[in-house]
Structure formats: C-alpha cells, structure tokens
C-alpha cells in the first residue's frame, strides 16, 4: 500500500534550521510528483515547494523562496524540505503529498496520497 509518513519538525528558534523527511513505500518515488503543504491555524493550506515527476524541476512559494530546498533521495525512498532561516510566520502542520498524474501546478486536491503532517513552531 501506499503510505507517506513526515518527520522532523519540531520546536525551533526564529533563524534556526529543520530538516523535513517524508518516508515513502508502495510505489516507484521518482515516477510521482511530491509537494510539500503547509497549514496554519485559521489560514488556507498553502503549497511551499514540489518536485515534478514529468522533469524533476523544483518550484518553490515566494514565502519560502532562497530558504527552504525541496529535494529526494530515490534508493531510500525519501523526499526531504531543508528549511534554514527560519520565521514565526512558518509555524504550521507541514504535510507532503504524492501523487503519479498531478504536476506541480495543480491544486491539493489532485494529489491522492498525503502524510500525517508534521508540526513546525518557530517561536523564541
């Protein structure tokens, strides 16, 4: 079966560091887009960053650009969200989502396959 399941977040100082993993199984990672979502309490899911599965090219939100990096390690099966410089505005449930048809551009709700999330609180 297919299954996504997000570790690494944490408590965190404002400038500080994470580094997100999704552990995937049940399907071939380098042949799905992965997008990685981000949700705050009382705003909308936002998507942050993915990788394509039709070229592998990255795409990164304007709120997040030249601080996080979206990259996968297909022999573990991993995709992994590096987030240096961190801010309190990133606090949130950070989720990735896998699907083997969406691109990049599409909306949430084309991906068919989500993780559990992972909470993200950068305070001082």
């Known amino acids: 079966q297919v299954q996504l399941v997000e570790s690494g977040g944490g408590l965190v100082q404002p400038g500080g560091s994470l580094r ?7 399907f071939t990672l380098g042949g799905y887009t992965i997008r990685w979502f981000r949700q705050a309490p009382g705003k909308e ?3 942050i960053s993915c990788i394509s599965r039709a070229n592998g090219n990255t795409y990164y939100a304007d ?14 099966n991993t995709v992994y969200l590096q987030m240096n410089s961190l801010k309190p505005e990133d606090t949130a449930v950070y ?4 699907d083997g048809a969406a691109l ?3 909306s949430a ?10 909470q993200v609180t ?3």
């Open 104 to 106: 990049c551009f599409h």
């Open 122 to 124: 950068v305070s001082s």
């Open 20 to 26: 997100l993993s999704c552990a995937t199984s049940g």
């Open 95 to 98: 989720y990735c989502a896998a």
């Open 109 to 118: 709700k084309s991906y068919n396959y989500w993780g559990q999330g992972t």
């Open 63 to 76: 709120s997040v650009k030249g601080r996080f990096t979206i990259s996968r390690d297909n022999a573990e």
């Open 45 to 47: 899911r936002e998507g």
